[in-house]
């Protein structure tokens, strides 16, 4: 197992803290990581209600007057908060992403906040035709360019606060994503009949909590682990994401096929992130 070095100069754990005291680089990315999230959460749970279509096709205004601030129905307030929550966390995206290369933050952080940046506003349109069109590819695309920035700024967090995970932290985060990749399939239709509003903004709940796992791991394990093994942690976010591909896909349309694959993709990614864990524990209890 390697050493971490963590340079003095362009530090991802003190960038900005002295220009901004206490809440520094590394808080700002964590507060905007909560806010994309919390957005990505709000569009899942305003979709299951049925809320995204309450504002008759309008974007960006609702049926609410100035602001919204007379909403028709409950539902168009639904939606109108989400579209808030979403135009904060816009503003700290741009708020971070400038921020990064202001101060002496590492420059690959500044690039994963940067990537997130130049999302935001392909998301904002692809949110707005959601709205105006309505239709399935625009939807997929609008979730899949949201868990794009969620990535880049997970990615973001992690490095900027990477000399202060421990190592222990790689088996642990595989211990989890094993746990959550099974977890998933059970908050999905394929077994629970009653797809409430609930049980499906839970299941995406976990699917953040399961690729956040995995950059962990891929971000801190290729650096604390060395040969093939650095090699194949750095890779674990890629079954991640077919698994999240598939779970996301078997429940579209219920294609046996489609079905099939997403549960020999699960089972493989229980054996791989069990094995794995298994395998970096007994080294890191060794070192």
Same mark, same amino acid.
């Given at each position: ?29 964590? =507060? ?13 749970? %305003? ?10 096709? #309008? ?8 602001? #919204? ?50 999302? %935001? ?18 939807? #997929?695309?609008?979730?899949? =360019? ?60 976990? %699917? ?25 942690? %750095? ?51 060794? #070192?």
């Amino acid at each position: 197992m390697r050493k971490t070095v963590v340079s003095n100069t362009r530090t991802g754990g003190t960038g900005g803290t002295d220009r901004f005291g206490r809440f520094g680089v590394p808080e700002l990315v964590v =507060t905007t990581l909560a806010l994309v999230s919390a957005t990505i959460l709000l569009g899942i749970a %305003t979709k299951a209600a049925g809320a995204g279509l309450a504002c008759d096709a #309008n974007w960006p205004l609702c049926d609410g007057g100035v602001l #919204n601030l007379f909403p028709a129905t409950f539902p168009s307030f639904f939606e109108w908060i989400h579209r808030v929550v979403a135009g904060i966390a816009g503003l700290f995206i741009l708020g971070s992403a400038i921020v990064a290369w202001r101060t002496d933050t590492d420059r690959a952080v500044a690039i994963a906040l940067t990537i997130g940046l130049v999302l %935001t506003p392909v998301q904002v349109a692809l949110g707005a035709g959601t709205v105006i069109l309505y239709e399935i590819p625009i939807l #997929n695309l609008h979730f899949w =360019t949201a868990i794009a920035i969620f990535c880049s700024f997970g990615i973001g967090a992690i490095l900027v606060w990477e000399h202060r995970i421990p190592t222990k932290a790689v088996p642990q985060a595989l211990g989890l994503a094993t746990v959550l990749v099974p977890l998933q399939a059970l908050l999905s239709p394929l077994v629970i009949s009653s797809y409430t509003q609930v049980l499906q903004t839970a299941l995406y709940a976990v %699917t953040l909590v399961f690729i956040g796992s995995l950059l962990l791991v891929a971000i801190v394990g290729r650096r604390r682990f060395d040969g093939w093994l650095s090699t194949v942690l %750095t890779a674990t976010p890629i079954l991640g994401l077919l698994v999240a591909y598939f779970g996301r896909e078997s429940v579209m349309g219920f294609d046996p096929v489609v079905v099939l694959a997403y549960t020999v993709i699960t089972i493989l990614a229980v054996l791989v992130y069990g094995w794995l864990g298994l395998r970096t524990r007994s080294i890191g209890a060794a #070192n």
